[in-house]
């Protein structure tokens, strides 16, 4: 009988932390309108920090496109593809970009490529 009243209690806690770990998991894209100025704060954002941490002197052009990526209970992240000009050279190229946002709303650089010219 005890051993019947164990197994019950930890099929039900089991069912407990798996229904708890799938809404961490839930996640979906939103594409997102890229005149929204919250995007181009993000897009200003990733170039500035990009900017900052690899001495370049970039300028947005153009924000091509953004997907929001809606991570349940664990927030927000933002995939860009960004035009962007060298201010010395005058060159263009396009970035591919990932952004996260933490809870504090505090924006967070992932990444921030030059797209492979196939791309350009």
């Not at 990733?46 to 300028?59: D, F, P, V």
């Not at 263009?92 to 924006?107: A, F």
Request: charged share 15%; aromatic share 8%; with cysteine.
């Amino acid at each position: 009988m005890a051993a019947m009243r164990s197994s019950c209690c930890l099929i039900i806690i089991s069912l407990l932390v798996l229904g708890s770990l799938s809404a961490f998991a839930r996640m979906y894209v939103k594409p997102m309108d890229v005149n929204d100025p919250h995007v181009v704060e993000i897009a200003n954002f990733a170039i500035t920090e990009h900017n900052h941490k690899s001495n370049a002197n970039l300028k947005l052009v153009k924000i091509e496109s953004c997907n929001r990526q809606v991570h349940g209970v664990l927030g927000n992240s933002y995939q860009l593809v960004l035009l962007a000009s060298n201010e010395t050279t005058e060159e263009t190229n396009k970035y591919w970009v990932r952004l996260g946002i933490q809870p504090s709303e505090k924006y967070v650089l992932g990444s921030f490529i030059l797209a492979p010219s196939l791309y350009h």
